[in-house]
């Protein structure tokens, strides 16, 4: 894409600097830039060959060691003025996204000639990247214009689309955020503005500087939500259609994260690899450390009648418990979200010790006790069998009960989506026995006897560091 120039890098921090000699000069005119393009490469003139300009020339950033100003003067021979399109097209590498992002600061300065209060003259401050009013103090940040790229999937085909009016070559949906609304509420506005679809799952790829447009560019995925039936913005687009992988023609140039993302659905044949949607590499790995708990104890406990998905009350002594519980995990600290059963004796628990911490509840059906099909509410000392049935890890609980690789599976997939998306947190489960045993087996090796012979006490707490 058009800013991976490594092992160059863009300095792009305020500096109050003189042009040297040497220094490259950014020079435009009606929105084209002074260069000489050679072997797809643009060079720009240097200070010590332009002509003298009335005005003093502006610090923009460095690209390695090279400094690059903003100037106003006539063209030396050698140079011509192109429009960014015709450099975006004919040129690659580091002083093309020097040249875009000159060009967006040059736009942003020549908006902000006047002041939008007084309209006194703007000058520019001499601490960071900004223009003052000399008149009223008014000041002004640079502006960026953030908008949102999405490559919308349904049944192993990728949407691509050709603008009606500019850019002539592929596309995905794209348009620009408004104001008041968040990067992912503009992704779904903008495919059902243009095409008539609605999408769920969407999920952030990668973002681009596109200065051209003076944009901040962010890239999603996402799926087609119910019918995948294009209705298409004929003002805004002149075709929108489903593309296999082996039918997407890319764009001419490299540059764009529009053909990246393209580009990706075409080489991994529709299958985007998982992590390509984790955050940045060179983020610091982050501990998650999940808690479990068993509910306090119940009126069926005491009865000792077999209560899975069964509901039932807390007894006075379980609220006690589960407030003890809830006064040990405040000493422990650091617990940030309770990750709930939805049955009434584990909600319960997760109350009184949200309420103590200050903490929000989530509900997740996976944490539900083992359904225990027909042994549901029998007293323990009636079904001499349950224990057995219970170590038959492959068997249902008769009539509509579940067996325990079915309880593992749903237990791991919970587990599995809480390191997912709350990594980096403390996050406690209130849930079951049962579900507590399954739990201690994602974190630790247990042998079948250490397994059957497990126990959690009403409202003991488990911890686990990932
Ligand atoms: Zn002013």
Redesign the pocket.
């Known amino acids: 894409m058009i800013q991976d120039i490594l092992p160059s890098r863009l300095n792009n921090s305020w500096q109050t600097k003189k042009p040297q000699p040497d220094s490259i000069m950014m020079c435009f005119r009606g929105g084209r830039i002074l260069a000489a393009i050679e072997n797809g490469t643009p060079h720009f003139p240097r200070y010590q060959t332009l002509a003298a300009s009335g005005s003093e020339p502006v610090y923009l950033f460095s690209v390695d060691d090279e400094c690059f100003f903003l100037s106003e003067t006539e063209a030396p021979d050698g140079f011509q003025y192109y429009t960014m399109r015709e450099l975006r097209d004919q040129c690659t590498g580091k002083y093309l996204f020097a040249a875009f992002t000159a060009f967006h600061l040059h736009q942003w300065y020549a908006d902000n000639r006047?002041?939008?209060?007084?309209?006194?003259g703007?000058e520019h401050d001499d601490r960071e990247r900004a223009l003052i009013?000399?008149?009223?103090?008014?000041k002004v940040y640079p502006r960026i214009n953030p908008a949102v790229i999405v490559g919308v999937i349904s049944k192993g085909r990728i949407l691509i689309t050709r603008y009606r009016r500019g850019y002539a070559h592929n596309a995905l949906v794209a348009g620009f955020t408004e104001i008041g609304e968040t990067l992912e509420a503009c992704v779904a506005r903008e495919v059902m503005e243009e095409t008539g679809l609605r999408v769920r799952n969407i999920r952030y790829y990668q973002s681009q500087p596109w200065g051209m447009a003076q944009d901040i560019l962010a890239g999603f995925f996402c799926e087609a939500d119910g019918s995948d039936e294009i209705r298409m913005d004929a003002s805004e687009l002149k075709s929108a259609c489903w593309c296999r992988p082996d039918e997407i023609e890319l764009q001419p140039q490299q540059h764009s994260l529009t053909n990246e993302m393209m580009q990706l659905f075409r080489d991994t044949n529709g299958c985007l690899p998982p992590e390509i949607f984790k955050p940045a590499a060179d983020a610091a790995p982050q501990k998650t450390c999940i808690c479990f708990t068993r509910h306090g104890e119940t009126t069926m406990n005491v009865a000792d009648h077999i209560s899975g998905i069964t509901d039932c009350e807390l007894t006075e002594n379980g609220i006690r418990q589960a407030e003890q519980l809830a006064a040990v995990c405040a000493e422990r600290r650091g617990i940030e979200l309770i990750v709930c059963s939805p049955l009434r004796r584990a909600r319960k628990t997760a109350e009184i010790v949200a309420e103590t911490l200050g903490v929000p509840i989530v509900t997740d059906e996976r944490l539900r006790e083992w359904n225990y099909g027909s042994y549901e509410d029998q007293p323990r000392s009636e079904t001499p069998d349950f224990q057995a049935a219970k170590r038959e890890f492959g068997v249902r609980m008769k009539d509509g009960g579940e067996s325990l690789l079915q309880l593992a599976h749903r237990v791991y997939c919970c587990i599995d989506d809480i390191r997912k998306q709350y990594a980096g947190m403390t996050v406690l489960c209130v849930c079951h026995g049962g579900v507590c045993r399954v739990a201690e087996t994602y974190f630790r090796d247990m042998s079948t006897d250490a397994f059957s012979h497990f126990f959690m006490g009403n409202c003991e707490l488990r911890e686990y560091e990932i």
């Open positions: 006047f002041c939008g209060i007084c309209r006194g703007m009013c000399r008149e009223c103090g008014h």
